[in-house]
């Protein structure tokens, strides 16, 4: 039979208390349905070479996770991985800081990843390997001798190559890409950007009329996989999430006025400063709702992004006392913000409560709070999604309040329409948005993505064994 191998940056053990991002929760969810292995670091750093990977076996999926040099780490993640591509990638070039030490740190932890992964795999392998941290992974695993199928997903946007042009390596990490069999993107837009640096640099022939590419005697299927997510889980945490303590205390807490709520990592690309200034000209311009309103926003700092992150957790902190200085009164807070993690089920309770979903990002792969947020509501009386149309997630989801996340009047609007909808179009808008995320929903994205990376699976590739290289 074959097994699924998915190879990622971070592997979160489940019950650990810290909150998995989106690619964790996809992930998990693949492989809670087909079994297999995760292979990736494990959360700790250690100061000499890294050892064997430790091996948990929980619920039918084997972790297996490795550790990493502390100084290594810090620039292969924070470097290069958080500081060079994640704002590259989301089109905030001003935001990369580039250095060879960190692309060389990034290089060798890739190197490392394939050397640890290599004795666990098996014969009949499908491995998937996700996100941009680990982009060379897949020819550093060809290097060692493994020819099993190999998938890559990027769960960020890809750039077009006018944006990828910046980046001094930007032609090394396109071959890395095509090293795979099979490249997964969010949406038919990162889709054209990749096509457009393939045909920048194999020429425009190597992007056949069918979409595949073929360089040299290869042929890779790019292709587009929106992620979903697992909408009956997620109907069912939120519905018996409201019930609990927690989310009773909340909603007991708001005396009745309406919620607006957001959840999102604390990171630039999800628009929160924007988003909060978008909320106090709400306030101002729309003062029959002073009063009448809270905004929840909850955004969870992960322990590595302390750093990085202390500037725009500064400017949140003001922004938010700036609008509850000027409009608390001595019964009310207009914004509570959180910085903490709550549970999966508990975020879904809140999602549950609020009248309205605040999914704002200057730029998002896909956005799964989007999509939790409308599977989370009660179809009866539905909450309102507004929701940034530079997400991958307004593609699917555009029976939303679609918006321009920089317009902050725009969605100071949009908050007010969103409040003022007839219950009759929040269950239309709201029954069309279900259809979409039932058809694509988190099963749908592994099938189609492990139907394509087995059928990429040609005669020769089976002959070695990969075991016995070394
Ligand atoms: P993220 O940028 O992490 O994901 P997102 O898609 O919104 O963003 O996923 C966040 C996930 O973490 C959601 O499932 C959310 O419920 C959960 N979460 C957030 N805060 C939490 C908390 N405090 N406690 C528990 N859970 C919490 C990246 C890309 C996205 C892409 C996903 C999946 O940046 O664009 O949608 O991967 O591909």
Known sequence: MTRLVCVSNRISLPRKSAAPGGLAVGILSALK????????????????????????????????????????????????????????????????????????????????????????????????????????LGRRLRELGVQRPMGFFLHIPFPNIEML????????????????????????????????????????????????????DRVIRAEVFPIGIDVAAVENEALEASTTDVVRRMTDSLMGRSLMMGVDRLDYSKGLVERF?????????????????TYIQIAPLSRTDVRAYAEIRQALEQA????????????????????????????????????????TPLRDGMNLVAKEFVAAQDPADPGVLILS???????????????????????????????????????????????????????????RFMEALEQTQAPESRVRAIGSIK
């Open 33 to 136: 349905r087909t079994g297999g292995l995760w292979f990736g670091w494990g959360g700790e750093t250690s100061e000499g070479e890294p050892g064997d990977p430790d091996l948990h076996i929980r619920d039918g999926v084997t972790y297996a996770t490795i550790e990493l040099r502390k100084a290594e780490f810090e620039l292969y993640y924070n470097g290069y991985s958080n500081d060079v591509l994640w704002p590259l990638f989301h089109y905030f070039s001003k935001g990369m800081r580039y250095s060879n030490e960190q692309r060389e740190a990034y290089e060798n932890v890739n190197r490392i990843f394939a050397q640890k992964l290599l004795p666990l795999l098996q014969p009949r392998d499908l491995i998937w390997v996700h996100d941009y941290h680990l982009i060379p």
């Open 165 to 216: 042009r910046v980046l001094p390596c930007y032609a090394e990490l396109l071959r890395d890409l095509t090293s795979y069999d099979v490249v997964g993107f969010q949406t038919q837009n990162d889709l054209r950007s990749f096509h457009s640096g393939i045909e920048h640099l194999f020429g425009a022939e190597a992007v056949r009329p069918d979409g595949r590419i073929r360089i040299g």
């Open 320 to 359: 938010a006392g700036r609008t509850n200085g000027r409009f608390a009164d001595t019964d009310w807070t207009p914004i509570r913000y959180l910085n903490r993690n709550f549970p999966h089920a508990t975020l879904m309770g809140f999602l549950r409560a609020a009248k309205v979903g605040l999914v």
């Open 389 to 447: 149309n530079l997400a991958g997630a307004a593609r699917e989801l555009a029976s939303s309040l679609l918006v321009n996340p920089y317009d902050v009047r725009g969605v100071s609007h949009a908050m007010q329409a969103a409040l003022s909808m007839p219950l009759s179009e929040r269950r239309e808008r709201h029954a069309d948005m279900m259809k979409v995320l039932r058809r694509n929903d988190i099963a749908a994205w592994t099938r």
């Open 277 to 293: 200034s978008a909320y106090q000209q709400f306030l101002e311009t729309h003062p029959e709702n002073l009063g009448r309103i």
